[in-house]
C-alpha cells in the first residue's frame, strides 16, 4: 500500500504512539492528519483552556514531524467528512485510529468505519495508546459482566496483565507531497472570544516529557506521602498532558514501575484508575450524563448557592481556595477536587452534573471519562462502595492544610489569619471581621448533612 491516514485524536505524541507506527508500517507514505472537529465545537466542549493547550500541543507536533520529514496535515470540519476527503485525495487505503470509550467517539467510529468501507478504504482502530491497557483488557471472571464496577478487584487483574511494550519515536515520517493543509491554529482561532485561565501549563509531548522527567527525578518516591497534601502541590501535574495524549500511560507505567519506591507505586495506581473509569465508560456510555447507580435524589438548585461556589465565596475556605485555584490555573489538586465536589453535592446537595459541567468548562485536564465518573464517585451514583459518604469541608482543611498555607495562597483576602484560624474566619468578633472581605458561610454544615441524610432516606 502506497498511502495510509495516521488520524490523530486524544494521542498527540509521537513517542509511544502505535497508531503512527501502524501506519508506517502499512504504507510507503503516511499523511498525518488532525481534524478540528466543528462536532467538539458545536458540543461546547472547545473551552479556551483546553484550546489554549491543543494549541500548543498542535504546534508542538507540527515540529516534532517536520524534524522527521514530514508535517501535521490539518482540516477543519466534520471529522469523519474531512478524513475521508483527505483519503480520497491522497488515494490511501487505510485509516488508522486511537480506539476511543466516549459514546461520541464510538459514534465517529462507526460512521468512519461505514464512509471508507462505502469507498472501499479500511478503517483501523488500536487499542491501548490513550489508556495503558485496553477497556475490555481485564474483566470479572465467570461473571459474565462487561466491565468491573469496583476498583480494588479491577486493579488487582490490571497490574497482573501487564502492559504492552513500549514503541521509540519514527525517525521519519514521508508524507505525501501536495497535501492541502491549514498551519497549526491558535488557540483564538479555535476558541474565538474564549479568554484562558492566567496559569495555564504549556502543552505539548515535548513540555509533558521534561515535566514528567523533573517530577520523576523530584517528586516520584514522595508521592504517596504527599499526593493530598494541600499547600505542598506534590501531584505529578501530567493529566493535562494524559488528557491529549502528549505523554503515553504505557509508558509513565513502564517507567514508574521499575522502581522501587513506594511513590512510584501509588503514582502507577492513580494511571489505573484513570484506565478504570476509561472501562466504565465504555462498557456504559450513559454515564457521561446519567447516574451510574442512581440514588433516586431530587436535587434542589438555589442559584445563589451555585454561584458562589463556581465563584469561590461560599465562606468556607478551603472549598473557596480549591475553586479560585481552578479559575487560575484550570487545574486543581485532586484532594480539592474531591472537596469541592462533596460540598457542592452533599452540603448544597446540588446535581453532580452541574458541578461536573462547570469543570468541563475549565479544566484544560477535562476529560469525559475521569471527569464524569469522579463526580459520581463523590456524589455516590458511581461506583464508590460507601456512596453516602460526605467530606466534611473543616475535618479536611484540619487534615490536609492544617496550618492554613493552601487558603491563604489562594484566598489573599484572608493572608492576615495566622495558622489554622483561618479555615474559620466566621469566629471573629465583630470589629474583626469587618477587617476581611469575605462572606459568611452559604450554609449551615449540620444542617446541609441533615439535608442530605433525609434526601437518601439515611434518617
Avoid at 478524513?83 to 459514546?103: D, I, Y
Avoid at 479500511?122 to 491497557?133: E, M
Avoid at 457542592?344 to 452541574?354: A, E, P
Wanted: aromatic letters at 8%.
Amino acid at each position: 500500500m502506497d498511502v495510509a491516514v495516521c488520524l490523530f485524536s486524544s494521542d498527540l505524541r509521537l513517542h509511544d504512539q502505535p497508531v503512527l507506527r501502524a501506519a508506517l508500517r502499512s504504507a510507503t507514505r503516511v499523511v498525518p492528519l488532525f481534524v478540528v472537529d466543528s462536532g467538539v465545537a458545536n458540543a461546547g466542549f472547545m473551552v479556551p483552556n483546553r484550546a489554549a493547550f491543543l494549541a500548543d500541543a498542535l504546534a508542538d507536533l507540527d515540529a516534532g514531524l517536520r524534524e522527521r520529514g514530514g508535517r501535521l496535515v490539518i482540516r477543519t470540519g466534520d471529522v469523519v467528512t474531512e478524513t475521508c476527503r483527505v483519503a480520497a485525495e491522497t488515494g490511501a487505503g487505510q485509516v488508522h485510529l486511537a480506539a476511543g470509550v466516549s459514546g461520541y467517539a464510538l459514534r465517529r467510529e462507526r460512521r468512519l468505519r461505514a464512509e471508507l468501507a462505502a469507498a472501499g478504504r479500511t478503517l483501523v482502530v488500536h487499542d491501548a495508546v490513550i489508556t495503558a491497557l485496553p477497556p475490555a483488557a481485564v474483566l470479572p471472571s465467570g461473571t459474565g459482566r462487561d466491565h468491573f464496577a469496583v476498583f480494588t478487584p479491577y486493579f488487582r487483574r490490571w497490574r497482573a496483565e501487564g502492559v504492552r511494550p513500549v514503541l521509540s519515536a519514527p525517525r521519519s515520517v514521508p508524507v505525501p507531497e501536495g497535501v492541502r493543509s491549514q498551519k497549526p491554529p491558535s488557540a483564538e482561532v479555535l476558541c474565538p472570544g474564549g479568554k484562558p485561565s492566567p496559569a495555564l501549563p504549556a502543552g505539548g509531548e515535548r513540555a509533558g516529557r521534561r515535566r514528567f522527567a523533573a517530577w520523576q527525578r523530584s517528586g516520584m518516591a514522595d508521592y504517596q506521602d504527599r499526593q493530598d497534601d494541600l499547600p505542598a502541590d506534590a501531584t505529578s501535574r501530567l493529566s493535562p498532558y494524559l488528557h491529549f495524549g502528549c505523554l503515553s500511560p504505557a509508558e509513565l507505567v513502564h517507567k514508574a514501575a521499575g522502581r522501587p519506591d513506594a511513590g512510584a507505586a501509588a503514582f502507577v495506581r492513580q494511571l489505573a484508575w484513570r484506565d478504570f473509569h476509561h472501562q466504565v465508560l465504555a462498557a456504559r456510555p450513559g454515564a457521561a450524563h446519567a447516574d451510574y447507580r442512581t440514588r433516586h435524589d431530587r436535587w434542589r438548585h438555589d442559584e445563589d448557592e451555585v454561584r458562589a461556589w463556581k465563584e469561590g465565596r461560599t465562606g468556607f475556605p478551603v472549598v473557596d481556595a480549591g475553586m479560585r485555584q481552578l479559575l487560575h490555573e484550570g487545574w486543581l489538586h485532586n484532594r480539592a477536587r474531591m472537596l469541592v465536589a462533596s460540598f457542592l453535592t452533599k452540603t448544597l446537595y446540588v446535581d453532580w452534573r452541574v458541578g461536573a459541567r462547570h469543570f468541563l468548562d475549565l479544566l484544560v485536564d477535562g476529560d469525559v471519562a475521569n471527569n464524569q465518573l469522579n463526580w459520581q464517585w463523590m456524589t455516590g451514583t458511581g461506583t464508590d462502595t460507601r456512596p453516602h459518604r460526605v467530606l466534611n469541608p473543616l475535618v479536611q482543611a484540619e487534615r490536609f492544610d492544617p496550618r492554613g498555607d493552601y487558603v491563604r495562597r489562594w484566598l489573599p483576602e484572608l493572608s492576615g489569619l495566622a495558622g489554622p484560624a483561618v479555615h474559620r474566619p466566621w469566629r471573629l468578633t465583630g470589629a474583626e471581621r469587618a477587617a476581611y472581605d469575605y462572606p459568611d458561610p452559604v450554609v449551615d454544615l449540620a444542617d446541609g448533612l441533615a439535608r442530605f441524610r433525609r434526601a437518601r432516606g439515611l434518617e
